[in-house]
């Protein structure tokens, strides 16, 4: 297992199959504030070769009704840097790894001028996540991250697909 600190087609592959990830910013006081988040890879890297994310802000319940009064938007907007882990654990050691993501991120509207970016990544997600598919995400700002620093160790391998158990008679 070894650290990098460039994002490779693995490491891309591991972070766009990856379930969920935690997103970190900073409150106003400047300590990390984390959360879970489910979130896609754009199908491409932006005109310099950055990964970007997009993460919803949806309809689970939370504290506040606005989405834009969400703690984790208001603190992007005073300062728009962003950490993103993207880990898988084992109890086989030998299978751990991690990508960690340092990126700006962006609340993106769902208005005219941001529509088409907008429509893919609720598309993408859709695609990722059938819960939002019964959720109108595509009337809910998502936050874009743009990554711009990548720093990956251990083992981003896929893993092999578990096989469907036999059914025994009984």
């Known amino acids: 297992m070894t650290l990098v600190s460039a994002l490779d087609a693995e490491a891309i592959r591991f972070i766009a199959e990856a379930r ?23 199908e491409r890297l932006d005109e310099h070769g950055r990964l970007v994310l997009h993460t919803p802000l949806d309809e689970k319940p939370k504290r506040v009704t606005d989405p834009h009064d969400l703690a984790r938007v208001r603190d992007l ?4 840097e962003a950490t993103i882990l993207v880990d898988r654990w084992d ?4 299978r751990l790894g991690w990508v960690r993501l340092r990126g700006i991120a962006e609340l993106l ?6 529509r088409a970016e907008h429509a893919a990544a609720v598309a993408a997600l859709r695609r990722k996540y059938p819960q939002y598919r019964e959720q109108r995400i595509e009337a809910r ?30």
Do not use: F, K, M
């Not at 907007?77 to 728009?80: A, C, D, E, I, Y």
């Open 20 to 42: 969920r990830a935690t997103l970190t910013t900073s409150d106003p006081e400047g300590r990390p504030r984390l959360v879970p988040i489910c979130y896609v890879a754009a």
């Open 77 to 80: 907007l005073v300062l728009p």
């Open 91 to 94: 109890e086989d050691w030998t």
């Open 109 to 114: 509207e769902p208005q005219p001028h941001e």
């Open 141 to 170: 700002p998502i936050l874009r991250i743009t990554c711009g620093e990548a720093v990956a160790w251990g083992d981003l391998a896929p893993l092999p697909r578990a096989r469907p158990r036999a059914r025994t008679a009984g």
